[in-house]
């Protein structure tokens, strides 16, 4: 993973290469204990790799009332728990500034993108909006899909318009990511994050509905409940048609 993020085209002068002790994390943020054990027995190491900001690349910052895109700061995790992935990157999400984040296990690896808002209690301090994660690529057996997705991830391929622009685009190219396994196609629709967010939740929906059939003892019950389940699955096909 590391020569994938030595090669993600940003300049040099943003290269910051800095281990971030745990116990910075511990003595800063406001963890729960079962954060600190979380730190403590399933991250591995984090690291500092780039920090953008208008010292260092040539990319104008962004910020209004609602969001603050002085800085963009990629991080690298490796850990030690795939299962815990929700819980170490809200963690590492304690970090003050928006984050791109290559999390590594083994020779997986899954990016993690997350926007954040101004804290309307706390102006200096930032909020996570919405959490985005990609699928795990196997680094060491990736698809031509997944290739084409790390490739997107190259500075070049984003807008150096400003720093929100720049942040925006990388979530873009995940959310088209995570949408090529229904598409089959990384070609990024007018309307991607829209589509995702409703195929999710009719996916949700399906698998709730299987498991209420399953338990259903009731004939004429488990037959309009199948109904219904032929309903959503109607509504899955025509989403994943539209793509």
């Avoid at 600190?36 to 690349?57: A, G, M, P």
Wanted: aromatic content about 8%; overall charge neutral; some cysteine.
């Amino acid at each position: 993973m590391q020569e994938l993020i030595n090669n993600l085209g940003l300049e040099a002068s943003s290269k910051i290469d800095k281990k971030l002790f745990k116990k910075q994390f511990t003595e800063n943020f406001s963890l729960s204990v079962a954060d600190k054990k979380i730190l403590t027995n399933d991250i591995e190491s984090i690291t500092l790799e780039y920090l953008l900001n208008k010292n260092t690349i040539n990319i104008a910052p962004y910020t209004d009332a609602e969001q603050d895109y002085s800085e963009i700061a990629f991080i690298k995790v490796e850990i030690l728990n795939s299962n815990k992935l929700g819980q170490i990157t809200s963690i590492v999400q304690n970090i003050p500034y928006p984050l791109i984040i290559f999390l590594a296990c083994g020779t997986k690896l899954c990016i993690n993108i997350s926007p954040k808002r101004i804290n309307k209690a706390d102006s200096s301090k930032l909020v996570v909006q919405e959490s985005h994660f990609s699928e795990w690529i196997d680094l060491s057996n990736s698809t031509k899909i997944e290739d084409a997705f790390l490739e997107s991830l190259k500075a070049k391929h984003h807008p150096y318009t400003d720093l929100l622009a720049f942040f925006t685009s990388y979530l873009d190219k995940l959310i088209a990511f995570k949408l090529a396994k229904y598409s089959g196609s990384l070609n990024p629709h007018a309307n991607t994050k829209e589509i995702l967010q409703n195929i999710q939740s009719v996916e949700a929906k399906i698998t709730e509905a299987k498991s209420k059939i399953k338990k259903e003892t009731s004939f004429s019950a488990k037959v309009n409940m199948n109904i219904e389940l032929k309903k959503l699955s109607d509504e899955l096909n025509e989403l994943k048609g539209s793509l």
